[in-house]
C-alpha cells in the first residue's frame, strides 16, 4: 500500500523505502491542505485515484485550529469537483466517513473513505498501541487492492511557532512507519526500525521526531 504525504509542496509516495515525486497540493510539511489549496487537494485525490484519505488530527486541538474542514457535511462543489457525504460512522477514537466523488466531465463516480484518527494526544504520543494498530488496520483492510495511495495528513504550520511538533511532522512520519513495518513483518517475519525512519528522516528533515519513533518502536514491540 503506497502512502502520499505532504512535503513542501511535493507528494511523497512511499512503498518499501522508494520515494516517488508525484502532483503538488500543499506548501506545508506534511499540513492539511489550506483553504484555498481545497480544490487542489481533491484533484489531486481523483487523478491519483486514491480511495483513502488519512487524518491525524482534530479541526482544534488546545484552542487553536489545527486543520481546515476540507469536507462537507453534505454536498459540496469545489471548482468541478462535487463532494457529497454518503455516510458517516463515529467510533471512541476515530470516524470515517465515506464520500461521493464527481468530476464535470467524466461519468464515474469516485468513491472516497476519510479515516480522521481523534484519540492522538496534543504534544505527546498515543498512551496505547491499541488503539492506533486498530485504525492503522482498518484502513489498510478498507483499501482496495487497485485503488490509488493514501494520502497521509496532519495539520496547518502556524508560522509562528518553531516547534517541530507543531508542524504536524511526527503523525505522519509515525503513521508511514508503522505501514512499512507491518507490511514488512507480515512479508518477511522482521522489522527494520532503524532503517526505516533513517530513509524517511533522509528525504525530510524532521520527518520523525524522537519521542515519535520512540512511539513507533513501542506500538509495534506492543501486544498485536
Not at 19 to 40: A, F, H, R, T
Not at 123 to 142: E, I
Not at 152 to 170: T, W
Request: glycine share 6%; proline share 5%; charged share 20%.
Amino acid at each position: 500500500m503506497d502512502t502520499l504525504c505532504a512535503i513542501f509542496g511535493r507528494t511523497v509516495s512511499m512503498k518499501e523505502y522508494s520515494v516517488i515525486l508525484s502532483v503538488p497540493w500543499c506548501n506545508e510539511i506534511n499540513g492539511s491542505p489550506k483553504q484555498e489549496m481545497i480544490y487542489d487537494f481533491w484533484r489531486m485525490v481523483w487523478q491519483e485515484n486514491c480511495f483513502s484519505i488519512v487524518m491525524l488530527t482534530k479541526l482544534v486541538e488546545v484552542g487553536r485550529m489545527k486543520c481546515c474542514k476540507y469536507w462537507p457535511d453534505d454536498t459540496e462543489l469545489y471548482g468541478d469537483i462535487k463532494i457529497t457525504l454518503l455516510k458517516a460512522e463515529t467510533l471512541a477514537e476515530y470516524t470515517v466517513r465515506t464520500f461521493a466523488m464527481e468530476r464535470r466531465g467524466y461519468p464515474a463516480k469516485h468513491e472516497v473513505c476519510q479515516f480522521h484518527l481523534t484519540s492522538w494526544p496534543e504534544h505527546s504520543v498515543p498512551y496505547h498501541a491499541t488503539g492506533l494498530l486498530a485504525f492503522l488496520r482498518r484502513v489498510k483492510t478498507s483499501t482496495p487492492p487497485d485503488a490509488g495511495p493514501v494520502v497521509v495528513h496532519c495539520r496547518l504550520v502556524h508560522p509562528s511557532s518553531l516547534a517541530c511538533d507543531s508542524m504536524g511532522a511526527g503523525r505522519t512520519g509515525c503513521y508511514i512507519v508503522l505501514d512499512v513495518m507491518l507490511d514488512m513483518a507480515e512479508c518477511e517475519g522482521v522489522v527494520d526500525i532503524y532503517n526505516c525512519v533513517k530513509t524517511l528522516c533522509s528525504r525530510r528533515i524532521n520527518m520523525i521526531q524522537t519521542e515519535v519513533s520512540g512511539s513507533a518502536e513501542m506500538v509495534l514491540k506492543g501486544p498485536c
